[in-house]
């Protein structure tokens, strides 16, 4: 967003950072994969540099969860 009540031109985001990624991640996921949610996440934790010890523990933490709903 943009407010341009004063000389200078002062610009703020419209979403938070978590809905912006959200949905690009959506689009991502729907142009780039199909709409497979497995593919997008086989493809980031398969390229690139390997997930720390704790980003693989905090990920088995949200399977679980997701498990248990």
């Known amino acids: 967003t943009r407010d341009d009540s004063n000389r200078?031109?002062?610009y703020s985001p419209a979403l938070s950072q978590e809905e912006t990624q959200r949905q690009l991640l959506g689009k991502?996921?729907?142009h780039a994969?199909?709409?497979s949610t497995?593919?997008?996440v086989l493809?980031?934790?398969g390229s690139?540099?390997?997930a720390t010890q704790?980003?693989?523990a905090r990920i088995r933490n949200?399977?679980?969860d997701l498990e248990n709903r």
């Open 28 to 30: 991502l996921r729907q």
């Open 38 to 40: 497995l593919q997008l």
């Open 54 to 56: 704790e980003e693989l």
């Open 48 to 50: 690139g540099e390997p």
């Open 43 to 45: 493809q980031a934790l």
């Open 8 to 10: 200078a031109h002062i």
């Open 62 to 64: 949200i399977i679980a």
């Open 33 to 35: 994969f199909g709409g």
